[in-house]
């Protein structure tokens, strides 16, 4: 599986973003999908997974109620729609997948099997 993130860029705070992740193989419709994001001189940190149905989502606390992860199988695609941006979102954010339905263990990364290569995230105050 190869991943392929866009739609990052630069954000006034308060504004808003859609991710997405475009995924290349035949088993991006039964893989959990991931996305984490790493901000300049911390760790890459968990911001939300949806399992491979759609049918269940998870969220880090940071991203509960201004974020919402999607999918389309058909498109082989996953999105992260970011409202309410904050300063403190700027990152880099990747997706990742994992060769697996459902969702235990998905908030570590090194559960992932798959990543894609990041798109810039800058919340402007």
């Known amino acids: 599986v190869q991943l392929q993130a866009s739609g990052g860029g630069l954000v006034q705070a308060g504004g808003s973003l859609r991710l997405s992740c475009a995924a290349s193989?035949?088993?991006?419709?039964?893989?959990?999908m991931g996305w984490f994001r790493q901000a300049p001189g911390k760790a890459r940190e968990f911001v939300a997974a949806?399992?491979?149905?759609?049918?269940?989502?998870y969220y880090a606390d940071s991203a509960k109620g201004r974020f919402t992860i999607s999918r389309e199988n058909a498109k082989n695609t996953v999105y992260l729609q970011m409202n309410s941006l904050k300063p403190e979102d700027t990152a880099v954010y990747y997706c990742a997948a994992r060769n697996t339905r459902y969702y235990s263990g998905s908030l570590s990364e090194i559960r992932y099997d798959y990543w894609g290569q990041g798109t810039l995230v800058t919340v402007s105050s």
């Open positions: 949806i399992i491979w149905s759609g049918g269940s989502t």
């Open positions: 193989g035949r088993t991006f419709s039964s893989s959990v």
